[in-house]
């Protein structure tokens, strides 16, 4: 019976002779192809930053609504709770800051957008803490953990 080891010897022969650290961190990490620009289009993506870019000029309150009130196909929202409206205009911030606009008027709005959304989330939060945690006799300075 022959055994045979798991590792190839030449495995660091296989290596280019100079990676940096960042790559090989991002390679662990999986995030490698959007640093290489390899990184898949994301045509849904695309299409609302082209919309929100035309909306410029009409506030928060308007980029919030209309995030709000985008549908997928079988009618469901897209951005369907506080978290994923957050998750979006962060992700348009970045955006935005690439491409720097960061002191343009709709980066302010979208801006504002997230920070609504994130005061949502934060009242969503304590309103549900305070429903399944109700104080009662014992205060939080009293309770033990």
Excluded: C
């Amino acid at each position: 019976m022959k055994i045979e080891p798991m590792m190839s010897v030449n495995r660091l022969d296989q290596r280019s002779a100079v990676e940096s650290l960042e790559s090989r961190v991002l390679q662990a990490s999986g995030n490698a192809a959007e640093v290489n620009g390899s990184k898949r289009p994301d045509p849904e993506f695309d299409s609302l930053y082209q919309q929100l870019l035309a909306m410029e000029g009409q506030g928060e309150k308007a980029i919030f609504l209309f995030l709000k009130s985008q549908l997928k196909p079988d009618g469901t929202p897209v951005y369907p709770n506080a978290k994923a409206i957050m998750a979006v205009t962060h992700k348009l911030l970045l955006r935005l800051k690439d491409e720097n606009l960061e002191k343009s008027l709709l980066y302010k709005e979208i801006s504002g957008a997230n920070a609504r959304a994130f005061s949502i989330e934060i009242f969503i939060s304590s309103f549900m803490r305070d429903v399944f945690q109700p104080m009662g006799d014992d205060s939080w300075e009293k309770s033990e953990w």
